[in-house]
T-cell receptor, first 116, second 115 residues
Framework: GAVVSQHPSRVICKSGTSVKIECRSL??????MFWYRQFPKKSLMLMAT?????????EQGVEKDKFLINHASLTLSTLTVTSAHPEDSSFYIC????????????FGPGTRLTVL | AQSVTQLGSHVSVSEGALVLLRCNYS??????LFWYVQYPNQGLQLLLK??????LVKGINGFEAEFKKSETSFHLTKPSAHMSDAAEYFC?????????????FGKGTRLSVIA
């Protein structure tokens, strides 16, 4: 149990386009999902906290108009990178916290975004 | 507020030798503590977690960690390293009973295992 999926696993896009990444909790409900960004050989940096049915809470320095987060259901959150640029190239990882268990987050496998 | 310090960005051990990855935390509330492993181009896999039960926590793949409140530490150990243990390891902390607070990660320690 407690599986989180991300789609796509890899995406390559041209500069200026938008890319949507999906994060799904497959066998549990998650009122809260988190989006992280990981630079090469670096740790995970929290971008935003996504709560089902409400606006996401963004960390300081993260542009909410560039990184659009939608958490429309208890099993799905999406991150849209708008007007992507090469500096947005990174590994994006989501995690989900079960409504019934607040002591653990379950991580997706990550999405590798490359912007040309 | 919570923070995590992982001492040593890179640790190298011989196959069969003891693995010790250090983690110190800071937390203004009683913490939950976690160790995750990440293989190249993959997500994070939970190795073990401390959630206020036994202070010595056993995880997967032969790893264990001991919560020491007096030292604010949660070091990860494994008696005998295997080649397959080579990966990036992250220590993380969150506040107990903190609702929807996210995990705070250390900067990670890359473990190399030498044959």
């Amino acid at each position: 149990g407690a599986v989180v999926s991300q789609h796509p696993s890899r995406v390559i896009c041209k500069s200026g386009t938008s890319v949507k990444i999906e994060c799904r909790s497959l066998d549990f409900q998650a009122t809260t999902m988190f989006w992280y960004r990981q630079f090469p050989k670096k740790s995970l940096m929290l971008m935003a906290t996504s709560n089902e049915g409400s606006k996401a809470t963004y960390e300081q320095g993260v542009e909410k108009d560039k990184f659009l987060i939608n958490h429309a259901s208890l099993t799905l959150s999406t991150l849209t990178v708008t007007s992507a640029h090469p500096e947005d190239s990174s590994f994006y990882i989501c995690s989900a916290r079960s409504t019934g268990r607040k002591d653990e987050q379950f991580f997706g496998p990550g999405t590798r975004l490359t912007v040309l | 507020a919570q923070s995590v310090t992982q001492l040593g960005s890179h640790v190298s051990v011989s196959e069969g030798a003891l693995v010790l990855l250090r983690c110190n935390y800071s937390s203004s509330v009683p913490p939950y503590l976690f160790w995750y492993v990440q293989y190249p181009n993959q997500g994070l896999q939970l190795l073990l977690k401390y959630t206020s039960a036994a202070t010595l926590v056993k995880g997967i793949n032969g790893f264990e960690a001991e919560f020491k409140k007096s030292e604010t530490s949660f070091h990860l150990t494994k008696p005998s390293a295997h080649m397959s243990d080579a990966a990036e390891y992250f220590c993380a902390v969150s506040g107990r009973n903190s609702g929807n607070t996210p995990l705070v990660f250390g900067k990670g320690t890359r473990l190399s295992v030498i044959a």
